[in-house]
């Protein structure tokens, strides 16, 4: 009977926090695609830029703001549940059959870490593909010379020249931020398209002024033949804009932990500071922790107080809380990145301090 008794506890609690949560997600994600919708139409008839366009680049960020929003829906949702077992008496005839505070809680938890899993392979996989198609769309809008080609990478003309990279990177330096081309083709054409010369670089990057290659080999054909010549670097003479490039770059937080990962290697092998890409990689990979640390923390609030509280009440206390946490976790991260601290450590301590002020109240209030 007692295990019955707890599967029911489960079960009410769980339905209540999952309806509430499914209805506040749906609701917050669709206002954010919304709004982007209404940006995406101040482009329309640029550079053949439609309503059709704005529309599918909607769909295909929806997956990451459904990735983005979750917290929140969580939080909020899990209030809204709670409360409003508390505003029934629910919670009270439950605590009246001898559960705990934080058995009550972790009903609701467990649904969220259910539901965790799924949005972390979505945030993994139909989240950054969707991501890469929109960048593709707002660089063909910026620039009708430019385009993305999936796992052929970044193609341009730039005159009598084809360029092609096959990755690239922002790049943050203390006085500006700029972005690197890696494994870069360069085909220069003849007027009848044959090409007379293929230049190859290990990377490039603009410097502020011109663009400057590295660990070049060029290959020059003519009448007499093929000369191949090499060098460390080298100047290269091209009208890319890189302010375009920048803005096409896929933000760090958007990438999946696969591509950060192989980023902050590339960094690290050239003596570089992974800085974004780690702290964006750890930021990904503590998500379902800090979730479900946060969503913990909130649960407090749908006791006591809460049940003579109505609707727009839970609402706000939801929200203080994501924005607290928002700047809580930012203002570590920044501190962390300022005086050296780990990104591991940085991202972490936010959650360990959620969870420890969760433990003693749990601790201290049954």
């Known amino acids: 009977m007692a295990a019955l008794r707890i599967r029911r506890v489960d079960w009410l609690v769980g339905t209540t926090v999952l309806g509430a949560m499914l209805t506040v997600w749906l609701v917050i994600t669709g206002l954010d695609a919304v709004f982007q919708f209404l940006r995406q139409l101040g482009n329309v008839g640029k550079n053949g830029y439609t309503v059709t366009n704005a529309v599918v680049y909607v769909l295909v960020t929806f997956p990451r703001r459904l990735y983005e929003m979750f917290g929140n829906a969580a939080l909020i949702g899990g209030l809204l549940g709670l409360g409003g077992l508390a505003a029934t008496n629910e919670l009270t005839a439950l605590r009246a059959c001898g559960l705990s505070k934080l058995r009550i809680a972790a009903s609701a938890v467990g649904v969220v870490a259910i539901l965790v899993v799924g949005v972390v392979i979505l945030g993994e996989t139909a989240a950054p593909w969707g991501d890469q198609q929109a960048q593709a769309m707002q660089l063909r809008l910026k620039s009708n010379n430019v385009g993305l080609g999936g796992e052929s990478g970044l193609w341009a003309r730039d005159g009598d020249r084809v360029i092609n990279a096959k990755g690239w990177m922002a790049k943050h330096t203390a006085t500006h931020s700029s972005v ?67 803005q096409s770059v896929i933000q760090p937080q958007y990438l999946p932990m696969r591509d950060l990962r192989r980023n902050i290697a590339y960094l690290e092998q050239n003596g570089q500071n992974p800085g974004v890409y780690a702290s964006a990689f750890w930021t990904r990979a503590l998500y379902p922790l800090n979730v479900l640390v946060l969503v913990l923390l909130a649960m407090p609030f749908s006791f006591g107080t809460l049940r003579s509280g109505g609707l727009g009440k839970r609402m706000f206390i939801g929200m203080l809380l994501a924005i607290g946490w928002y700047f809580l976790q930012k203002a570590m991260v920044n501190f962390g990145t300022v005086y050296g601290v780990p990104p591991l450590v940085a991202n972490l301590l936010p959650a360990v301090i959620l969870a420890v002020i969760a433990w003693v109240y749990f601790r201290k209030h049954g």
Not at 220 to 237: K, L, M, S, Y
Request: hydrophobic share 35%; proline share 3%; charged share 25%.
């Open 180 to 246: 690197q081309l890696h494994d870069v083709r360069v085909f220069t054409l003849t007027p009848d398209g044959q090409v007379k010369r293929f230049d190859w670089a290990q990377t490039a990057e603009h410097d502020g002024h011109q663009w400057v290659m590295s660990k070049v080999r060029s290959t020059t054909i003519d009448d007499a033949g093929t000369h191949a010549t090499t060098a460390d670097r080298q100047t290269w003479d091209s009208k890319l804009n890189p302010q375009v490039l920048e």
